[in-house]
């Protein structure tokens, strides 16, 4: 596994690319992806942001729903908001350390993260690349030969599931994390425009039913039946 940090315009990137499996994704043009929210889907929320490794936790069932979204061969890249930096709450280095061991801790359950794209900026700043802006997306997109409009978003808050629509995405809110608090202003904002499900084991079951759908083959579905919504 190669490490490479490296600031594109105003998006700050974290490659944890396998070389075999970036190569193979670089040969398709146009792949729908899965992108995920970090806090609140991937990792707890907290009120005082994870400002360190020692503050990250898992949510349960996080590294089982990714080592089951790893088999499907698509890449799977996590886009997150993360001000606490510019707040003088954290640092650059300090969250880039958080990705790493997260990006580890996943590779030895048996699953993957292709990339991490984060967003430094407060809200304040105006940028382009603090969702609810589509930034982020779009430079995965160009940098990896995506296709937006058929890609998966998975998020806990309005701001991202607005970010996934502003592409044509396939929204999904969980309601873990902020997510259950959202529900309601997401509803009032966008209708039944996007799907909801109780964590990132729901979402991970809608994905692979989308999956089994777009290759009408038969599918046994890796994930075991807790929690699926």
Request: glycine share 6%; aromatic share 8%.
């Amino acid at each position: 596994m190669t490490f490479k940090i490296r600031e594109i315009c105003e998006n700050s990137w974290l490659n944890f690319s396998h070389t075999k499996s970036f190569n193979k994704f670089k040969a398709k043009k146009f792949m729908r992806a899965i992108f995920l929210d970090r806090d609140g889907v991937i990792c707890e929320n907290r009120t005082d942001h994870v400002k360190s490794w020692d503050e990250f936790r898992f949510i349960p069932g996080a590294k089982e729903s990714l080592a089951a979204l790893s088999r499907l061969g698509l890449p799977i890249v996590v886009i997150t908001n993360q001000a606490a930096i510019n707040r003088g709450l954290t640092t650059a280095a300090a969250v880039e350390d958080i990705h790493r061991r997260m990006v580890a801790e996943v590779a030895a359950f048996g699953g993957r993260i292709d990339r991490v794209l984060y967003c430094p900026h407060r809200p304040d700043e105006h940028c382009n690349c603090r969702k609810p802006e589509p930034g982020m997306l779009l430079r995965a997109a160009a940098e990896m030969d995506i296709d937006l409009s058929q890609s998966y978003l998975v998020g806990d808050a309005l701001t991202d599931i607005q970010a996934g629509l502003r592409v044509g995405a396939d929204a999904i809110l969980v309601l873990s994390g902020r997510g259950f608090a959202q529900l309601m202003p997401a509803l009032h904002a966008f209708g039944s425009d996007f799907s909801v499900a109780r964590s990132i084991t729901g979402a991970t079951a809608h994905i692979l039913n989308a999956e089994i759908a777009r290759s009408r083959t038969p599918f046994v579905s890796p994930v075991p039946a807790w929690g699926n919504f």
